[in-house]
């Protein structure tokens, strides 16, 4: 299977980046993992958020492909085990899907027509995570879940 995450800003902190990195490397043996970059719009006054969301869920749509399966995080999305997460993407292995697209919003969220095309919606937690932690988390996630559908120790 491969994956991509689909995240709107960049990684600025270098402790984040050393752990993504490390993530990354640590999910290869099981899949390949692809992170796409999509630049966050500037918004200087609240009445430019919907307008900013809209460009940056064009964007988003512009570079999924129409067979991919597609995860959105959200804060009022499902919340998963990590058992029950590992599970979710076995089974989207097993249908056949190749393709993982799992989309982390920027500062304001994603706007409501990415949303509406996701097949899942995923809460990491009730609890608002900055979109570079979200990313670190969901790679980490994504290795544990690897290591649980592979019966190999590391997930306890």
């Not at 995450?5 to 270098?14: F, T």
């Not at 969301?53 to 964007?59: T, W």
Request: aromatic residues 8%; charged residues 25%; glycine residues 6%.
């Amino acid at each position: 299977m491969n994956i991509n995450i689909i995240a709107v800003g960049k990684i600025r902190e270098k402790y984040i980046k050393s752990g993504i990195e490390e993530f990354l490397k640590r999910i290869q043996p099981y899949s390949s993992v692809k992170i796409i970059e999509i630049e966050a719009e500037m918004v200087k006054s609240d009445d430019q958020i919907k307008k900013a969301m809209d460009i940056e869920g064009e964007k988003i749509l512009n570079i999924i492909s129409d067979s991919a399966y597609i995860i959105v995080l959200d804060v009022f999305g499902k919340k998963l085990s990590s058992e029950k997460f590992a599970s979710k993407i076995q089974n989207i292995s097993t249908q056949g899907i190749n393709q993982l697209v799992i989309i982390i919003g920027g500062a304001f969220g994603l706007d409501e027509k990415v949303k509406k095309n996701a097949d899942f919606s995923l809460s990491l937690s009730e609890m608002t995570l900055p979109h570079q932690l979200a990313r670190l988390f969901l790679l980490e996630q994504i290795y544990r879940s690897f290591k649980i559908i592979n019966n190999e120790p590391y997930h306890k």
